[in-house]
């Protein structure tokens, strides 16, 4: 009778462990952050050996497509100047914010998702998905959520594109009513002064969105608040603080204030 060595026996347990990892990540996580997964599990495995393991296994990221950031700046507003700067880690909450639009295509016609989002813990804290580009649609609900979520009580920096729908009169006076609140724009056709908010578009996009036809806008929004609210936030580890989820370094930030 043939007994397993020992070997064969961790390479199993870890195998699917791997396996595990890489389907609870909606199969988009490649072997770093499937190694990071494991290590937090204490599970004391190289990189190059998960790479492996995938490889053999099969188990390849779905994510390779790219998307086009299209933002309609023709106006005759006011535009601020940048003072965010592409100072891109304040490492405190509620300090700065940044925002923008993407477009989502369903089966019966486009839809237009406003996020908002914290750059100390890099959480979406505000988001809305529109029939229309209109600012009453699109970015005045996304920002409201956000203010309900996290009351502004400190200066802070709302950061965005040159777009219409940022610079227009309803948005400004909104914004404006808060003294707390700074208003900050990219300079003309630099998509990198807002590399935050375009970097999550490009995850949402190849990780969700790309993976789904849709029917209508309801299925839409199911699809898109599972993703943010029930994964990215939560679970997904992210690189800029340090591969944890946004969640997750928030909690961190918060003990380490309550600490000093």
Same mark, same amino acid.
């Given at each position: 009778?043939?007994?397993?060595?020992?070997?064969? +026996?961790?390479?199993?347990? &870890?195998?699917?462990?791997?396996?595990?990892?890489?389907?609870?990540?909606?199969? +988009?996580?490649?072997?770093?952050?499937?190694?990071?997964? $494991?290590?937090?599990?204490? +599970?004391?495995?190289?990189?190059?050996?998960?790479?492996?393991?995938?490889?053999?296994?099969?188990?390849?990221?779905?994510?390779?497509?790219?998307?086009?950031?299209?933002?309609?700046?023709?106006?005759?507003?006011?535009?601020?100047?940048?003072?965010?700067?592409?100072?891109?880690?304040?490492?405190?909450?509620?300090?700065?914010?940044?925002?923008?639009?993407?477009?989502?295509?369903?089966?019966?016609?486009? %839809?237009? %998702?406003?996020?908002?989002?914290?750059?100390?813990?890099?959480?979406?804290?505000?988001?809305?998905?529109?029939?229309?580009?209109?600012? &009453?649609?699109?970015?005045?609900?996304?920002?409201?959520?956000?203010?309900?979520?996290?009351? &502004?009580?400190?200066?802070? &920096?709302?950061?965005?594109?040159r777009g219409v729908q940022y610079a227009c009169n309803e948005f400004r006076c909104l914004l404006e009513k808060n003294p707390l609140i700074?208003?900050?724009?990219?300079?003309?056709?630099?998509?990198?002064?807002?590399?935050?908010?375009?970097?999550?578009?490009?995850? $949402?996009?190849?990780?969700?969105?790309?993976?789904?036809?849709?029917?209508?806008?309801?299925?839409?929004?199911? +699809?898109?608040?599972?993703?943010?609210e029930t994964w990215y936030n939560p679970k997904r580890l992210h690189s800029a603080p340090g591969y944890l989820s946004p969640e997750e370094?928030?909690?961190?930030?918060?003990?380490?204030?309550?600490?000093?």
């Amino acid at each position: 009778m043939h007994i397993p060595s020992k070997r064969s +026996i961790e390479n199993q347990l &870890i195998e699917s462990e791997v396996q595990q990892s890489f389907e609870n990540s909606k199969k +988009i996580y490649v072997s770093p952050r499937v190694t990071l997964e $494991l290590n937090k599990k204490n +599970i004391k495995v190289s990189r190059p050996r998960v790479a492996r393991m995938m490889w053999k296994a099969k188990l390849r990221s779905i994510v390779k497509k790219k998307f086009k950031v299209t933002t309609d700046s023709s106006h005759k507003f006011p535009v601020p100047e940048n003072i965010l700067d592409r100072d891109f880690k304040p490492e405190i909450i509620s300090t700065v914010g940044v925002s923008d639009i993407t477009y989502i295509r369903t089966k019966k016609g486009w %839809l237009y %998702l406003t996020t908002v989002i914290d750059l100390g813990d890099r959480k979406i804290i505000g988001w809305s998905l529109s029939l229309t580009m209109k600012a &009453i649609d699109t970015v005045i609900p996304a920002f409201k959520m956000a203010h309900r979520r996290r009351p &502004i009580t400190k200066e802070l &920096i709302f950061h965005s594109d040159r777009g219409v729908q940022y610079a227009c009169n309803e948005f400004r006076c909104l914004l404006e009513k808060n003294p707390l609140i700074t208003r900050s724009m990219s300079r003309k056709g630099n998509c990198w002064d807002n590399a935050v908010a375009e970097s999550f578009f490009k995850t $949402l996009k190849a990780e969700c969105i790309y993976q789904h036809k849709f029917a209508d806008k309801e299925q839409a929004a199911l +699809i898109v608040f599972e993703y943010i609210e029930t994964w990215y936030n939560p679970k997904r580890l992210h690189s800029a603080p340090g591969y944890l989820s946004p969640e997750e370094f928030g909690r961190n930030l918060n003990k380490q204030k309550n600490a000093a």
